[in-house]
């Protein structure tokens, strides 16, 4: 029998009842077929979490179509595991969908993918898969599970930098990372397409989905204008000099740059930026690239793949997806999580996640709440 690094432990006979979770995807294919091949029980499911699929894919966006299903199905007889569609629609539209507008009105900008991972894939999957009698979860996320002789799990970055998913998993608790499989984390996006065509899996060159999968022509202003509708109010400068109009505070994040619309240039030539969303006054304040130094930060409702963080340790963070590390100090303060950055970072909101790392591993993750940053004259 042949295995992976960070399989569970197995029963006597070396076999894990494993659940498959398949998007439609490759990556989920090659890992759902890796694990039939360590010699594992494996059935594959796909999460219907849409209750009006589309017939067909927009490009390269989503994973949650009819075209989707029917490629997880295609895989799974290929792999020749037994497949079943499980209705999951209800629970993601309350947890992930529902979650996603309610954070932009309230001037926050989330993560739904992180959400996704928390509350449905490793939560209402987990939970249903151990009702049911399986040993753990398998997906196709590239992240690496490392046991220790002590008998910990640990959350470690992926070996493909490019492709790593730690910052999305990083809210998983020690008790979900024991029911956990991520075969794919040793192993670079390259290689599994090519095992996928040696495989004879017809997703092989299936092109990745990528932004909100719940937003398939990629329009995020505009689904949430649907849902918000419209709300003109002010764009002003720091010092509260009203620049122009907008039609509502939850089509800007922080950051932003383009699409402002503000007439007139600043006095000293330089673009503009968003510095701060106010739900409450529905405004939008612009100003500098330096007023986006973010110095410090708190953050809420932690959770830790393992122990919590040392009282003023030394780790890196990442502060949202994709970003780069940054050297920080930690601490666990009355439940919430307090970092100090060593160098600022721009760009950083509330709403975002805040995950951090002790080398490749993953410690735990936390929801932004407030920023500290530099202050800038308009």
């Given at each position: 029998?042949?295995?992976?690094?960070?399989?569970?432990?197995?029963?006597?006979?070396?076999?894990?009842?494993?659940?498959?979770?398949?998007?439609?995807?490759?990556?989920?294919?090659?890992?759902?077929?890796?694990?039939?091949?360590?010699?594992?029980?494996?059935?594959?499911?796909?999460?219907?979490?849409?209750?009006?699929?589309?017939?067909?894919?927009?490009?390269?966006?989503?994973?949650?179509?009819?075209?989707?299903?029917?490629?997880?199905?295609?895989?799974?007889?290929?792999?020749?595991?037994?497949?079943?569609?499980?209705?999951?629609?209800?629970?993601?539209?309350?947890?992930?969908?529902?979650?996603?507008?309610?954070?932009?009105?309230?001037?926050?900008?989330?993560?739904?993918?992180?959400?996704?991972?928390?509350?449905?894939?490793?939560?209402?999957?987990?939970?249903?898969?151990?009702?049911?009698?399986?040993?753990?979860?398998?997906?196709?996320?590239?992240?690496?599970?490392?046991?220790?002789?002590?008998?910990?799990?640990?959350?470690?970055?992926?070996?493909?930098?490019?492709?790593?998913?730690?910052?999305?998993?990083?809210?998983?608790?020690?008790?979900?990372?024991?029911?956990?499989?991520?075969?794919?984390?040793?192993?670079t996006k390259d290689v599994i397409?090519?095992?996928?065509?040696?495989?004879?899996?017809?997703?092989?060159?299936?092109?990745?989905?990528?932004?909100?999968?719940?937003?398939?022509?990629?329009?995020?202003?505009?689904?949430?204008?649907?849902?918000?509708?419209?709300?003109?109010?002010?764009?002003?400068?720091?010092?509260?000099?009203?620049?122009?109009?907008?039609?509502?505070?939850?089509?800007?994040?922080?950051?932003?740059?383009?699409?402002?619309?503000?007439?007139?240039?600043?006095?000293?030539?330089?673009?503009?930026?968003?510095?701060?969303?106010?739900?409450?006054?529905?405004?939008?304040?612009?100003?500098?690239?330096?007023?986006?130094?973010?110095?410090?930060?708190?953050?809420?409702?932690?959770?830790?793949?393992?122990?919590?963080?040392?009282?003023?340790?030394?780790?890196?963070?990442?502060?949202?997806?994709?970003?780069?590390?940054?050297?920080?100090?930690a601490s666990v303060v009355d439940?919430?999580?307090?970092?100090?950055?060593?160098?600022?970072?721009?760009?950083?909101?509330?709403?975002?996640?805040?995950?951090?790392?002790?080398?490749?591993?993953?410690?735990?993750?936390?929801?932004?709440?407030?920023?500290?940053?530099?202050?800038?004259?308009?």
């Open positions: 029998m042949t295995d992976f690094p960070g399989a569970p432990t197995a029963a006597s006979n070396g076999r894990l009842r494993v659940l498959a979770a398949m998007s439609g995807g490759v990556d989920s294919a090659v890992a759902a077929a890796r694990a039939a091949e360590a010699g594992h029980e494996v059935t594959g499911v796909h999460l219907a979490l849409s209750s009006n699929p589309q017939s067909f894919r927009t490009g390269a966006r989503g994973c949650c179509t009819i075209e989707d299903s029917r490629d997880a199905r295609r895989a799974a007889d290929v792999i020749g595991i037994p497949f079943y569609v499980w209705d999951l629609a209800e629970r993601f539209r309350e947890d992930v969908i529902d979650d996603f507008v309610a954070e932009y009105a309230a001037g926050r900008t989330p993560n739904p993918c992180l959400r996704c991972n928390e509350k449905i894939k490793f939560a209402a999957l987990l939970d249903k898969a151990i009702a049911l009698g399986f040993d753990a979860v398998c997906t196709g996320h590239y992240a690496r599970i490392v046991d220790l002789p002590s008998g910990e799990r640990q959350l470690h970055r992926a070996v493909d930098m490019a492709k790593d998913q730690s910052y999305v998993l990083g809210v998983l608790d020690a008790d979900q990372l024991a029911h956990s499989l991520f075969p794919l984390g040793d192993t397409r090519t095992e996928a065509e040696q495989r004879g899996l017809a997703v092989a060159k299936k092109p990745d989905s990528h932004d909100i999968c719940f937003i398939a022509d990629g329009d995020t202003q505009g689904f949430l204008a649907k849902h918000l509708g419209t709300a003109t109010g002010d764009i002003v400068d720091a010092d509260g000099t009203k620049l122009g109009e907008h039609e509502g505070a939850y089509g800007f994040t922080i950051g932003q740059r383009k699409g402002l619309r503000i007439g007139r240039p600043a006095a000293d030539g330089k673009p503009r930026y968003v510095l701060d969303i106010s739900p409450v006054d529905n405004t939008v304040t612009v100003g500098p690239a330096e007023g986006l130094d973010v110095l410090s930060l708190t953050a809420i409702r932690p959770r830790w793949c393992g122990t919590e963080p040392l009282a003023d340790g030394a780790y890196t963070a990442q502060l949202r997806a994709h970003g780069a590390e940054v050297p920080v100090t439940g919430e999580l307090r970092v100090e950055l060593a160098t600022p970072a721009r760009g950083i909101a509330p709403g975002q996640a805040v995950v951090l790392y002790d080398g490749t591993r993953v410690v735990g993750s936390a929801t932004i709440a407030t920023t500290a940053r530099r202050a800038v004259s308009a």
